[in-house]
C-alpha cells in the first residue's frame, strides 16, 4: 500500500506521520512531497488561478505513477485533485473531502474553521458537493491572526490559536468543529469543550479503507 502525499507546507510531513502511526500504518506506507511554492502563488494571487491549478495537477498526475493513491493536503489548491483524478487510474483525493462528508452526514450545526482566506471558496464548494444530512448546518470562520504565525514559523501559537476558536465555537453550540486545514490538526489534542474534525486523520481513514477494500477484490478474483 503506497500513499504520496502533495503539500504545500513541509510541517504537514509531521502532521501526517503522526495521523499514520495513530492508525496503525507502518511508516512507509506514505511518502511526501512538498510544494510549498503553489500556495505561496495563490496566496499572492488571492485565489487558485487557473495556472496554479494546472502546475498542482500536473505534479499529482506525476506521483500518481508510483503510488496506489495519492492525497491533496492543501484546501487552497482542492479542485487540482478532481481534476488529475480525471486523467489517471490510480485515485486522486483531497484529504478535506472526507473530512466534509463526516461532517456533514448527521443533523447539527458545524463551524468550518479556516486561517488563510484563499482556503475558504474550495471549502465552501466541496461542502456544498458532498452529501448531507436534511438537517444539517454549515457556517465557515476566519480564524484571525492565525495564518500570519504559521508564515512566521510560530506553528504552536497557531494551533493554540486554532483551539481557542474551536472551542469558542464549542461553547457557542456547534456540534461539530471542522479544521479546514490539514495544518491545523494539532489543534485537536488542545482543546477542552469537545474534539473537532481534522483532515489528515478523516482522509487518510477512508484511504486506507478504500485500498484494502481494492486489496480484498483483487485477491478474490484471483482465488476465483
Not at 37 to 62: F, H, W
Not at 97 to 105: I, R, V
Request: charged share 15%; proline share 4%.
Amino acid at each position: 500500500m503506497r500513499i504520496a502525499c502533495l503539500h504545500t507546507a513541509d510541517s504537514n510531513i509531521a502532521v501526517f506521520d503522526a495521523a499514520a502511526e495513530a492508525l496503525g500504518l507502518t511508516p512507509d506506507t506514505l511518502s511526501h512531497h512538498s510544494r510549498p511554492d503553489l500556495l505561496a502563488a495563490a496566496v499572492a494571487a488571492g485565489q487558485l488561478t487557473p495556472y496554479i491549478q494546472q502546475q498542482a495537477c500536473d505534479a499529482l498526475v506525476e506521483l500518481a505513477q508510483t503510488a496506489d493513491l495519492v492525497l491533496l493536503t492543501c484546501s487552497t489548491l482542492g479542485p487540482s485533485a478532481t481534476q488529475a483524478d480525471a486523467l489517471t487510474t490510480v485515485p486522486v483525493w483531497r484529504v478535506d473531502e472526507a473530512l466534509a462528508t463526516q461532517a456533514m452526514a448527521k443533523a447539527g450545526k458545524t463551524q468550518v474553521l479556516y486561517a488563510v482566506e484563499t482556503t475558504l471558496l474550495p471549502t465552501q464548494q466541496l461542502f456544498e458537493r458532498v452529501s448531507r444530512h436534511p438537517q444539517a448546518e454549515v457556517e465557515f470562520v476566519l480564524v484571525e491572526g492565525a495564518w500570519q504565525k504559521f508564515m512566521d514559523g510560530d506553528v504552536a501559537g497557531y494551533v493554540q490559536n486554532v483551539a481557542a476558536a474551536a472551542d469558542q465555537a464549542f461553547q457557542q453550540g456547534a456540534d461539530k468543529v471542522a479544521l479546514a486545514q490539514a495544518s491545523m490538526a494539532g489543534a485537536v489534542d488542545l482543546t477542552q469543550f469537545g474534539a473537532p474534525l481534522s483532515s489528515p486523520r478523516c482522509g487518510l481513514r477512508v484511504a486506507i479503507e478504500h485500498l484494502r477494500k481494492r486489496q480484498y477484490e483483487a485477491g478474490l478474483q484471483q482465488n476465483s
